[in-house]
C-alpha cells in the first residue's frame, strides 16, 4: 500500500534507472527527485527536471537528503537544507549543462572552452565545500569564489543576475523591495565597474645581466626614483650576480625577487622611474691584469632606467631587457640616472649591442592582504619587501617603526701630499653607548640581510667624491640613546700590496641633549684627521670633539676651523616612538615646566600631526591633566587643544587612530569632572555663535562635537560611577539647556552672508553621530524627543541657501541610518520630522539622490509581512505624506530627457530605480484596510480619478524595459507581481465609480492599456524560461498573465454598451494578447472579439471595422514573430462556436474564414522569411500574400508595402527582371498628376509625378540588368512623352539616349534563354500557398533540369522526388510528407506578328519567343493498340499536355501556378510530319548560317547531314514509307490522304535540302574531312534511290529551296541549278552566334543519357528492355533522322549565347508554341532558319532534351515548311490534328498585373493610362524597326510578285491594375 512520505522527501539518483516496469520513471545518475509516497523498497514521485511526469523507481536508488517542506499537500514545495550556495551551485550547472553543448552546436569556441574550465572549477570548489573541512575564513574565501564564478557564467550566457547576501541567494520575499534593488545594483555596479584600487604594488624579479666584458661579482640596487622632485621614493633593493651575471643564491627567491609596496595611485605617472646601479666588485681598473691587486673594491658599473608608465599598459609578464648604460665619468655617477632620464646619454656607453639586464616587471593592485590571497605562490616562495621611503599614506595605529635613513653624499679632501688625487672609500659603523659596535643594524636594501659594516665604491683618483648611497639604519629605540655613527676615510692603493690607508674620520650622534633625535636634513660633518694606526675602539677619545660644521659656530677651536675637509650625510627619520620636535616635548614634559603651560598649548597646532598622533595617549593624558591642575584657567586652551586633535584624525592620513582615540576613551580616559568644563565650553561657543563675525573657529568646534560629547558622556559615567549617580538633575538640564541654545541657533536664518549658514551645515553634518552617546545616558524616547525638537527648528523655506538644505537632508539620512531609528519606539516620533522634510524637497525636486536613500533606509526596516501595529501605523503616516509625491516625482523623473554623461546617466537610473523601489516597498506593505483608507480619503470623484490616471501611468513606466537592467528578473518579477496586486485592488474602484452614468473612457482606457504592456512584458513569457526557471517562477508568483487576462476579460464584462467606445481601438491589444502562447489566456481573450463583433454589428449592421483593425494588426504582430498554427485553429474554432446562434452568422463565418486564411499566409510567410538565403519559397510566399491583400482585402497600403518586400527580395536574388516587374505594380497605381503624397516607406514626401517618375527610372534600370530591354524602350518612351509635354529637353534628351541605348545593347548583346520547369508540390507538409498545386517555373542563367531539381531539393530538403510524370493520386493530395514532381516544359509564344516577319534577327526575334508566355507544353509518347515489333513507327502516339498559367512569364515572380491544363494526342502519321518538318527546318539554318559565314567552322552541318543521311541509309525515313505509303494504311485511313500526301512532300523536300546542303559542304569543308564529304555524297545516292527519286525534276517541278540570310532567291519554277552553291548570292548578316560543336547530354528525372527522339518515341508504358531495344533500334535506323519539331517561327533558338553553346548546348528550343491555325506557305521567312535547332535536336551533338518525360516535351505540331503546290500554291491544310485553339478567357477575370504586355489575342482590355501608346499619334510600339521588304524575282518571267509594303504594327498593350 502507498504511503505518502514524511520525512523522505527529497533525495539523489546515483544509480541509472531504465523504467522497465508498469509506471516507472526513468532516472539519470545525479538527477535529483521529490518523493511522494513509498511502498516495500520503492518510491513514488518525479524527477525535480521534469516535475510532469510522476512515476514509481526503487528506493536503493535514491541518496536521501535532509530537506524542508513548504506548502504540504498537493502542491508542497522541497528545498534541501544544505548550505544554499551548493543548493544554487546545483541547479545552476544543470541549467549551464544544456547551454553548454549548445555553445558547442553555434560553433561558439572560446566560451564552450571557457565555460567548461569554469564548470571544472565549480565542481572542485564544490566539494571543497561538502567535505567540510574548511576553516571559517577559508570557507568564506572559496565562496567568494564560486559565487564569482556563478556569476560570470550567469552573464555569459545572458542569464539573470542572482541578489545575494553573503554569498547566499537572497529569497525576494524575506526582504524589503528597496534593499533587493540595492543588492541588485551592487552586484550590478560591482560587475559593470571595477573598484579602482588606492594601492599598488611593483613585483621585480632579477633573471640575469648579459654582457660581454663580466668575469666579476656584480651588485645590482634596484629603487623608485621620482624625476620631478629628483629624489628616490623608496628603499633599495639589492642583490648580488656571480661571474655569470646570474643571481647568487637562485634557491633563495627572496635574494632576487622583491615587491615594491604602498604605492599611491598619484605614483603611477611617467615621470617615476625604476632605476638600477651595477656595482662590480673587483680590481680598481677594469683591465688591469690579475696580479696586481689582490684587494677587491666597490666601483660603478653601469646603470639602466625604465619609467613606470610603460607597465600601465597591462600586465607585463614577459621578460624586458633594459639597457645598461656605462658611466666613463666617475665624478658623475651619482647623476647618471638623471641624465638617462634626460635623454643625456650619449656622453655614455651601452654595455654591448646585445648586452642588457633581463628582469621580470608586474603592477600588482590592491591592499596588500588581498595581494597575499590572490598570489600566494609569490609569498609562498619568498620575497623581499621593499618599503616607501618614511610613512605610507595611510599610518596604521599599531605600526612599530624606527628607521634611520643616512644617505652618504659626498666628501671634500685633501690631496694629502700625493701628485694625484686620492681614492677614497667610506666605512660606516654603529657605536652604542658602552663604545660597542651595533651589529647587524645597517641594511643595504631588501634583498640582503643586515650587516655590521658598511664599505662604499671607490671613485678613482678623485678628491671629491660624490656617492648618494642610501642606507636604512633599524636601530631599536632602547640602542638610540647615546649611539653614534662613526665614518673611517681610507685611500686605496692600486700598487701590488693594494693597500687602505686610514687618514681621517667622521661621527654623528643619534640623539641630542634635550632627548630629541639627530634633526632630518643633510649634515655637513667635520672630517678628523688620524694616522693610519690610530686606534679609534675607544670611542669616549673622539665623543668629546665637535662632530659638525654647525657646532663650530659658537667655538674657538681654530685648528678644526682651518681645515677644509669635509663630509656630508642626509639624515631622515621614520619612527613611530621618537621624536625630533621641541615644542612635543615640552608639552609632555609640562610638569617640568609648569611656567610654559600656556606656550606649549598655544602651540600644539604648530606641531607635525604626524608626532601628535604618534604620542596620542601621552597628549590626551596631558591635556586632562592639565584642565584637572587648573579648570579656570586653562579650560578654553585646553578645549581647543582637543579640538584640534579631534579634526587632526578627520584627516585621512589619520583616520585610522580614530580607534585608537576612541579606545582611550573607553579604557584610559580618567576625567571624572571634565563634563563639566566640556558643557560649559561648547555652550559658550554654541551662544556666541549668532553674533560672532568669523565663525571658523566655531565651525572647528561644532565640526569635532562628536567626540566632545564621547567624553562629555564618559566622564559623567565615571563621576555617576564615582559617585552613585549624584547630579543627574543637573547634568539633565546642562544638557537640556545646551540643546536649547542648539535649537536658537539652528532656528536662525542666515542673513546675507552665509557665514551662519555654513556653522549651520557644519553643526547637522556632525549632530547624528551624537544620538548614539546620548543614549548611553538617556531613555530612546527621551533621545527621540529632543533629536525631533533640534530636526523640528530648522528652517523650512526652501529658498535658502541650497548647501546648507543639502547638509539637512543628509542629516535626516544620518539619523534614518542611526540607531535610534532602528527602534520602533523612537521611529514612531521621529518619522514624522523625517517625512515633513523629505515632503518639501520632493516638492521641489531638489536632492532626489539623497532623497531616494533616505527612503530607502526607511522601507528597509519595514519588512515585508510585519503586521505589527505600529508597522501598520507607520505604512499609514507614509501613504498619507508620501505616496501621491512619490508617484509625481517617478513621472517628473521619468519625463526628463536621459543626461548624456555615462556617469550621470548611471546616477539617473539610480535614482528612479531607488525610487521605484520604494513605490513597490510600500505597496507591498499595504493592506486591504490600507487601500481603503486611501481610496476613502478622496473627496471628490476628480481627485481619485487624477489619482488614478497616474498611477496606471506610473505602472506604464514600471513596465517598460529599460526600467531595469535586462538581466535583472527577478526584480522585474517582484515589481509585476506588486502592480497586478494593487490593480486588482484599484479595478474594483474603477467598477465602483467610472461605470454607467460616470463612465470616464480616458481612465478605462489607461486601464485596459496598462493590462495589455503588462501581459505582453518579455520577463512574463514563461515559455522562453528553462524548464527549471519556469517552475521556480509559476511556484512563486503563478502565471500573472492569466490573472490579468482574466482581469480584463471580467472588466470587460462589465462596460455593457460602453464597449462601443473601445472599438476597434481596443481590437490590436486584445489581438497582441490571445498571440501569446499560453492556451488558458487565448480561451479567454479570444471570446472578447464576438463580444466586438456582436455590438459592432449592433451598432452600424456589419462589423467592417473589426475585420479591418484585426488584417491590420494581424499583419504587423505576426511578422513580429507572434502567434502560431494552434492559434490559427483555435481562433477559428472558438469565434465559430461562439457566433452559431446569432443572427449574423453567415457574415460572422466569412469574416473568420477571411482572417483565418490570411493567418495561414501570414505564418507561410514568416516561416519562410526565416531561412538564410533568398529561394523560390520566400519570393512565392510573397507573391501569395501580394495577391491576397490585393484580390481578398483590398488593403492598398499593406499591398503596396509587400511589393516592396517582394522587390527586395528580387534584388538580393539578383532577379532583376522580376524586380522591374514588381516595381511596376506600385508604378501603375500611380498617375502623372502633381497630388502630394506623404512619406511612405523610402519615398520622401513628394508629388505623384515625381514617385512615378523615380518608379520609371528605377525599373528601366532593372530591366536593362535583366536584358529585358525591350520593356525599357516602352517605359522610356512613355516618360520621354511626359518630358516633352512639360518641354524638359535637358530629361528628354538623356531618355532618348537611354533608348537609343536599349536598341543598340538588342542587337550588340547575347541574351540566355532560360528553360521553364513544371514543378508540382504534392502533400499536406508543404505551404498552404503550394500545397497540392502546380507551377511552370523561369529558371536561372545556365541551369538545367538536374541543376534545377538539386534546388528543389535543397530549398526542401524532406520532399521526395517523384519519379514518373502521371498525376497524381488522392493519397498523394492527403498525405502528411512532401512530394516534388518536376519536368521540363516548351514555351509556346503568343502569335506574335514580329515572330512571322521576314529578315528580322533572331537577337530580336529570341525576346519574343521567351517572353510573355502564357502556355507551355510537354509530350509523352506512348503505343496505341498492338505494337509492330518491325517498324514501332505504326504505333507511336504523343500525348500533348499544354498548360495555361495564371499570370505570364516573366512577372513579379520566376513561378506561376498552372490555371488549366489541356491533353490532346497526335496519331503516328501527324507525329512523323512533324519529326520531318523540324529536322527540315533544322538543316536550312545550318546551311544559311554556314553560307553566311556564321559559323566558325562547319562540324555542326557536316554532323547533321551525316545523322540525316546515314541513318536513311539504315531504314530512316524509309521506315515513314514502310509504316505509311502501304497500301494498307493507306485503305484503312482514308482521312489521312492529305497528310500522307504532305509526308511525301516533306521526304523529297528533305532530299532537295540535303542535295543543296552537301554543295555548300563541299565548298566550305576542310581538306581532312573530304573523305567523309565523299561518302555522304555516296550515301545520299543511296539515300534518294531508296526513296525512290532519280532527279527530282522527274518526280516534281523544282520548288526552289529558299534560304535566310543570303541565300540565293529565286523563281519558283527554276531549275535546280539554280540552286548551285557556286551560284548563291551571298549576303553577309552580323550574327553575335556560332555553334562550336559540342554535344550535350543533359539527364533527367525520368529518362537517361539518350537522344531525343529515342526518348520520345520511347512511352512511359515501356518496360526497361523494350526502351533499351528501342534506343538501339533507334540509333541504328533512324540516326539523326526526322526528329519531331515545332514551329521555328515560335521557337527560341539558343543562338543568343556563345557561352552557352560553349557549355551546354540546348538540344532544340524547338517547339515553343504550335500553329494551330492553317500552314504557312513553303517559302520560309529571310530568318526562320535561325530558329531551327541543329545543334538541339541532333543526337551527334545532344542528348535528351532537359525534360522531366522525355525529348518528346519539345516536340510541338509542326510548322507548315514543304514544297508549295506548283499549279495553284495552295496551302495544304493540317487542321485535322492540330490542337483545338485555347478558348478565350472569360473577361469577368481581373486581369493580372505582371506584364508589360498584355495578351492581344486572349485578353481584349482598354489601353491602361500608364503605358499605353496612342497609334495615331506614335510610332509604332514594338522596338525593333523591321527590314524593308524585299520584292521577289520571278526569274522565269511567268509571273512576278508585286511589293507589298509591311503592314504597321499594332501599338503594344500594358497591364494595369
Known sequence: MWIPTEHEKYGVVIASFRATVPYGLSLEIGDTVQILEKCDGWYRGFALKNPNIKGIFPSSYIHLKNACVKNKGQFEMVIPTEDSVITEMTSTLRDWGTMWKQLYVRNEGDLFHRLWHIMNEILDLRRQVLVGHLTHDRMKDVKRHITARLDWGNEQLGLDLVPRKEYA?????DISITELYRLMEHRHRKKDTPVQASSHHLFVQMKSLMCSNLGEELEVIFSLFDSKENRPISERFFLRLNRNGLPKSPEKPERHCSLFVDLGSSELRKDIYITVHIIRIGRMGAGEKKNACSVQYRRPFGCAVLSIADLLTGETKDDLILKVYMCNTESEWYQIHENIIK???????????????????????????????????????????????????????????????????????????????????????????????????????????????????????????????????????????????????????????????????????????????????????IVHKCEENTNLQDSSRYLRLPFSKVSLLGTNNQ??????????????????????????????????????????????????????????????????????????????????????????????????????????????????????????????????????????????????????????????????????????????????????????????????????????????????????????????????????????SLPTIMHVDDSLQAVKLQCIGKTVESQLYTNPDSRYI???????????????????????????????????????????????????????????????????????????????????????????????????????????????????????????????????????????????????????????????????????????????????????????????????????????????????????????????????????????????????????????????????????????????????????????????????????????????????????????????????????????????????????????????????????????????????????????????????????????????????????????????????????????????????????????IILCRKIAEQYESYYDYRNLSKMRMMEASLYDKIMDQQRLEPEFFRVGFYGKKFPFFLRNKEFVCRGHDYERLEAFQQRMLNEFPHAIAMQHANQPDETIFQAEAQYLQIYAVTPIPESQEVLQREGIPDNIKSFYKVNHIWRFRYDRPFHKGTKDKENEFKSLWVERTSLILVQSLPGISRWFEVEKREVVEMSPLENAIEVLENKNQQLKTLISQCQTRQMQNINPLTMCLNGVIDAAVNGGVSRYQEAFFVKEYILNHPEDGEKITRLRELMLEQAQILEFGLAVHEKFVPQDMRPLHKKLVDQFFVMKSSLGIQEFSACIQASPVHFPNGSPRVCRNSAPASMSPDGARVIPRRSPLSYPAVNRYSSSSLSSQASAEVSNITGQSESSDEVFNMQRMLFNHIGDGPLPRSDPNLSAPDKASPARHGTSVSPSPAGRSPMKGSMQSFTPSPVEYHSSGLISNSPVLSGSYSSGISSLSRCSTSETSGFENPVNEQTVSMSTYSVPEEPVRKESKTPPPYSVYERTLRRPAPLPHSLSIPVTSEPPALPPKPLLARSTNLENGSRRTEQVPRPRPLPRKVSQL
Open 830 to 1272: 521621529l518619522l514624522p520630522v523625517v517625512l515633513h522634510h523629505l515632503h518639501m524637497h520632493l516638492q521641489e525636486q531638489k536632492d532626489l539622490i539623497m532623497c531616494a536613500r533616505i527612503l530607502s533606509n526607511i522601507f528597509c526596516l519595514i519588512k515585508k509581512n510585519s503586521s505589527e501595529k505600529s508597522v501598520l501605523e507607520e505604512i499609514d503616516v507614509i501613504v498619507t505624506s508620501l505616496l501621491d509625491i512619490l508617484l509625481r516625482t517617478i513621472l517628473e523623473i521619468t519625463s526628463r530627457p536621459q543626461p548624456s554623461g555615462s556617469a550621470m546617466r548611471l546616477q539617473f537610473q539610480d535614482v528612479t530605480g531607488e525610487f521605484v523601489a520604494c513605490l513597490l516597498s510600500l505597496l507591498r506593505q499595504m493592506t486591504d484596510r490600507h487601500y481603503q483608507q486611501l481610496l476613502d480619503g478622496f473627496s471628490t470623484k476628480e481627485e481619485l480619478r487624477d489619482f488614478l490616471l497616474q498611477i496606471f501611468t506610473v505602472f506604464r513606466i514600471l513596465i517598460r524595459p529599460e526600467m531595469f537592467p535586462k538581466d535583472w528578473t527577478v526584480m522585474r518579477l517582484v515589481a509585476n507581481n506588486v502592480i497586478i496586486t494593487t490593480v486588482l485592488y484599484l479595478s474594483d474602484a474603477l467598477r465602483k465609480n467610472f461605470l454607467n452614468e460616470n463612465f470616464d473612457y480616458k481612465i478605462w482606457d489607461s486601464y485596459f492599456y496598462l493590462a495589455v504592456i503588462f501581459i505582453n512584458q518579455l520577463c512574463l513569457q514563461l515559455e522562453m524560461f528553462t524548464p527549471s526557471k519556469k517552475k521556480k517562477v509559476l511556484e512563486k508568483y503563478g502565471d500573472m498573465r492569466v490573472t490579468m487576462g482574466c482581469e480584463i476579460f471580467s472588466m470587460w464584462q462589465n462596460l455593457g454598451e460602453h464597449k462601443l467606445h473601445f472599438i476597434p481601438a481596443l481590437i490590436g491589444p486584445f489581438l497582441e494578447v490571445t498571440l501569446i502562447p499560453q492556451p488558458d489566456l487565448r480561451n479567454v481573450m479570444i471570446p472578447i472579439f464576438h463580444d466586438m463583433m456582436d455590438w459592432e454589428q449592433r451598432r452600424s449592421g456589419n462589423f467592417k471595422q473589426v475585420e479591418a483593425k484585426l488584417i491590420d494588426k494581424l499583419d504587423s504582430l505576426m511578422s513580429e514573430g507572434k502567434g502560431d498554427e494552434t492559434y490559427r485553429e483555435l481562433f477559428n474554432s472558438i469565434l465559430l462556436k461562439k457566433i452559431e446562434r446569432e443572427t449574423w452568422r453567415e457574415s460572422g463565418v466569412s469574416l473568420i474564414a477571411t482572417v483565418t486564411r490570411l493567418m495561414e499566409r501570414l505564418l507561410d510567410y514568416r516561416d519562410c522569411m526565416k531561412m538564410g538565403e533568398v529561394d523560390g519559397k520566400k519570393i512565392g510566399c510573397t507573391v501569395s500574400l501580394l495577391n491576397f491583400y490585393k484580390t481578398e482585402l483590398n488593403k492598398e497600403e499593406m499591398y503596396i508595402r509587400y511589393i516592396h518586400k517582394l522587390y527586395d527580395l528580387h534584388l538580393k536574388a539578383q532577379n532583376f527582371t522580376e524586380a522591374a516587374y514588381t516595381l511596376l505594380l506600385y508604378d501603375e497605381l500611380l498617375e502623372w498628376s502633381d497630388r502630394p503624397l506623404r512619406e511612405f516607406l523610402t519615398y520622401p514626401m513628394q508629388t505623384e509625378w515625381q514617385r512615378k517618375e523615380y518608379l520609371h527610372l528605377t525599373i528601366i534600370q532593372n530591366f536593362d540588368r535583366g536584358k529585358c530591354w525591350e520593356n525599357g
Open 559 to 792: 685648528a678644526i676651523k682651518a681645515t677644509k675637509e669635509s663630509f656630508w650625510i642626509t639624515s631622515f627619520l621614520c619612527s613611530t616612538k621618537l621624536t625630533q620636535n621641541g615644542d612635543m616635548l615640552d608639552l609632555l614634559k609640562w610638569r617640568t615646566h609648569p611656567d610654559k603651560i600656556t606656550g606649549c598649548l598655544s602651540k600644539i597646532k604648530e606641531i607635525d600631526g604626524s608626532e601628535i598622533v604618534k604620542f596620542l595617549q601621552d597628549t590626551l593624558d596631558t591635556l586632562f591633566g592639565i584642565l584637572d591642575e587648573n579648570s579656570q584657567k586653562y579650560g578654553s586652551k585646553v578645549f581647543d587643544s582637543l579640538v584640534h586633535i579631534i579634526n587632526l584624525l578627520q584627516d585621512s592620513k589619520f583616520h585610522h587612530f580614530k580607534p585608537v582615540m576612541d579606545t582611550y576613551i573607553e579604557s584610559h580616559f580618567a576625567g571624572a569632572l571634565a563634563y563639566r568644563d566640556l558643557i560649559k565650553v561648547l555652550k559658550w561657543y554654541v551662544d556666541r555663535i549668532t553674533e560672532a563675525e568669523r565663525q571658523e573657529h566655531i565651525q572647528e568646534v561644532l565640526k569635532a562635537q562628536e567626540y566632545i560629547f564621547k567624553y562629555i558622556v564618559q566622564s559623567r559615567r565615571l563621576f555617576s560611577l564615582a559617585t552613585g549617580g549624584q547630579n543627574e538633575e543637573e547634568f539633565r538640564c546642562c544638557i537640556q539647556e545646551l540643546l536649547m541654545s542648539v535649537r536658537f541657533f539652528l532656528s536662525q536664518e542666515s542673513k546675507g552672508s552665509g557665514a551662519l549658514s555654513q556653522s549651520q551645515a557644519v553643526f547637522l553634518s556632525s549632530f547624528p553621530a551624537v544620538y548614539s552617546e546620548l543614549l548611553k545616558l538617556f531613555d530612546v524616547r527621551e533621545v527621540a524627543n529632543l533629536v525631533h525638537d533640534t530636526l523640528g
Open 169 to 173: 541567494m537572497v529569497d525576494p520575499e
Open 343 to 525: 635623454k643625456l646619454n650619449a656622453r655614455y656607453n651601452l654595455t654591448g649591442s646585445n648586452a642588457g639586464l633581463a628582469v621580470s616587471l608586474q603592477l600588482l593592485h590592491g591592499d596588500i592582504e588581498q595581494i597575499r590571497r590572490e598570489y600566494s605562490s609569490v609569498f609562498t616562495h619568498g620575497v623581499s619587501i621593499t618599503r616607501k621611503l618614511g610613512f605610507s599614506n595611510i599610518i596604521m595605529p599599531g605600526e612599530m617603526r624606527n628607521d634611520l635613513y643616512i644617505t652618504i653624499e659626498r666628501g671634500e679632501f685633501e690631496k694629502g701630499g700625493k701628485s694625484v688625487a686620492r681614492n677614497v672609500e667610506v666605512t660606516m659603523y654603529i657605536i652604542d653607548s658602552n663604545g660597542q659596535n651595533l651589529k647587524d643594524f645597517i641594511s643595504f636594501g631588501s634583498g640582503e640581510p643586515p650587516a655590521n659594516e658598511f664599505h662604499s665604491f671607490v671613485l678613482y683618483h678623485n678628491n671629491s667624491p660624490r656617492w648618494s648611497e642610501l642606507l636604512k639604519l633599524p636601530i631599536p629605540v632602547d640602542k638610540f640613546r647615546g649611539s653614534h655613527i662613526r665614518f673611517e676615510f681610507r685611500h686605496c692603493s692600486t700598487k701590488e700590496k693594494g693597500e687602505k690607508k686610514l687618514f681621517g674620520f667622521s661621527f654623528v650622534p643619534l640623539m641630542q641633549e634635550d632627548g630629541r633625535t639627530l634633526p632630518d636634513g643633510t649634515h655637513e660633518l
